[in-house]
Nanobody
């Protein structure tokens, strides 16, 4: 069974940086790992994802140029480096493992979810 644990959230001022980590266990081979976020009162939305090999990485337009996703399979960990943070980035951030090979930006294509980590960006 796949288990995911996020860490690294916290409080940061606008313009600052945070790095998130997602440690995975179980059957994640050949599956994308994605980051999603959910702000208060809003739907969960796609942030970024990366293939098992790391050869395919993609992100939402809202974070392009600011967030970078990477993967270290030897450590069973996916990272999300967040720079130039904005107040609108405030949300609970979740990592998730995809159901099948191939990229996706849709929540329903990810079957396993971590508990989330809070990111708060102050203005």
């Amino acid at each position: 069974q796949v288990q995911l644990v996020e860490s690294g959230g916290g409080l940061v001022q606008a313009g600052g940086s945070l790095g998130l980590s997602c440690e995975a266990s179980g059957r994640t081979f050949n599956r994308d790992i994605g980051w999603f976020r959910q702000a208060r009162g809003k739907e969960r939305e796609f942030v970024a994802a990366i293939s098992w090999s790391g050869g395919r990485a993609y992100s939402a337009d809202s974070v392009k140029g600011r967030f970078t996703i990477s993967r270290d399979n030897a450590k069973n960990t996916v990272y999300l480096q967040m720079n130039s943070l904005k107040p609108e980035d405030t949300a609970v951030y979740y990592c998730a493992a995809a159901i099948r090979p191939g990229g996706s930006v849709y929540v329903h294509d990810y079957a396993y979810w971590g508990q989330g980590t809070q990111v708060t960006v102050s203005s």
